[in-house]
């Protein structure tokens, strides 16, 4: 049967009604009181479009290349952790349906499915995110084994020294390993679909980490070695180090400013991607559609800028493209579809995407991607 949701909004509603509150909020929540992750949808909100008319559509190309690999529109399924808590299989579901509609899929150290089963899901390309641990040979060890799979891209996440503030884990009783609190089991006897799910397969592990930590299955150890065990002193110095292990295009995620931009540039990354980590890091960080014309000002054409936070809408990915990113990264809008519906969720949120794509280019008089400009996008 043909899906009757028409937007990522529907898929999110979806969602949000399968999902146990404590879930929903770890895929939806931010910093704080969520400003920043607000003001991430809002960025796209507030650029108008400027359209031209009596221009021949009837032919439409969105699709683009990055690190030499064609993606059949701008965009890739960015890196989210732990998504094995809104569906068993996540991170496999992911990456199929990011294959099968023609762009890549970037794993999380935090991933729950193990990486051969991503491998044997995928047909994109698969590329590498990484966090980096105190113990450096944990990271060593996880980009030998993505290399050993095919992954082509590491994108290292540098905005993660420490967690956020995140209120809601505490009013929601959301820790690692769970403690079974009166509210907490009223809350998933509340969303029996979720609860059979988990009570049939078990709470998520981070099965990739625990294999590269050497550790043995607990989440209680893969949680401390993603927040206590995390690398606070990584600096631009290290870059050096990860391209010994690393013979391939490395992104920078998580560039907040012009200035890291510039140093990401002279210390040799191949790609940045501004990012305030979903708005789930610094409360009040920049919005990275924001940030967008000051760092391309900075670094030109250089290399690839990437933006990621508030992707809802084909129309936010043509705003984002004509003002000069490369592309975006999708966090949240795929794992809507894929926590109410599997692959085939994913899948369908992907495809409205570029719909919505296709649609905005014609209508804008745009029919290639590459005909997208600042003279494409106005302020309301």
Request: aromatic share 6%; charged share 20%; net charge neutral.
């Amino acid at each position: 049967m043909p899906s009757l949701k028409a937007a990522v909004a529907d898929w999110r509603r979806a969602a949000a009604g399968i999902l146990p509150r404590f879930a929903f909020e770890y895929l939806e929540g931010g910093a704080e009181d969520w400003r920043t992750a607000a003001r991430n949808v809002s960025a796209f909100e507030n650029v108008g479009l400027q359209p031209r008319v009596l221009v021949d559509v009837s032919e439409v190309d969105p699709s683009t290349e990055l690190f030499g690999e064609k993606l059949a529109f701008p965009a890739a399924v960015g890196p989210t952790g732990l998504n094995g808590l809104f569906r068993h299989r996540a991170d496999e579901f992911l990456a199929a349906a990011a294959g099968a509609a023609g762009l890549p899929f970037v794993l999380s150290t935090a991933s729950t499915s193990h990486i051969e089963a991503v491998r044997a899901r995928a047909s994109g390309p698969l590329w590498l995110q990484l966090y980096v641990q105190n113990d450096r040979r944990i990271a060593e060890r996880w980009m030998a084994e993505a290399r050993s799979h095919g992954f082509t891209v590491l994108m290292l996440t540098v905005d993660t020294p420490v967690a956020g503030i995140r209120n809601h884990y505490r009013r929601n009783g959301f820790t690692m390993p769970l403690r079974w609190t009166p509210r907490l089991l009223a809350d998933i006897a509340t969303h029996p679909r979720w609860c059979l799910s988990t009570g049939v397969h078990g709470m998520p592990q981070m099965v990739n980490l625990a294999r590269t930590a050497r550790q043995k299955a607990s989440i209680h150890l893969q949680a401390a070695a993603m927040n206590e065990q995390m690398a606070t002193n990584l600096t631009w110095d290290d870059l050096p180090w990860l391209r010994r292990h690393w013979d391939g295009p490395v992104l920078v995620k998580g560039i907040g400013s012009t200035a890291d931009a510039r140093l990401a540039l002279d210390h040799g990354a191949d790609g940045i991607v501004l990012s305030n980590h979903g708005g789930r890091q610094l409360e009040d960080a920049p919005v990275a559609l924001e940030l967008l014309p000051s760092v391309l000002d900075a670094v030109g054409e250089r290399m690839p800028v990437l933006v990621d936070g508030g992707v809802q809408r084909g129309s936010s990915i043509a705003k984002a493209v004509a003002m000069g990113a490369a592309a975006v990264l999708l966090g949240r809008a795929p794992l809507y579809g894929v926590a109410a519906a599997g692959e085939e969720g994913a899948s369908d949120v992907l495809a409205i995407l570029r719909n919505e794509l296709e649609i905005t280019l014609r209508l804008l008089g745009r029919p290639g991607l590459r005909q997208l400009d600042r003279g494409c996008v106005r302020p309301l």
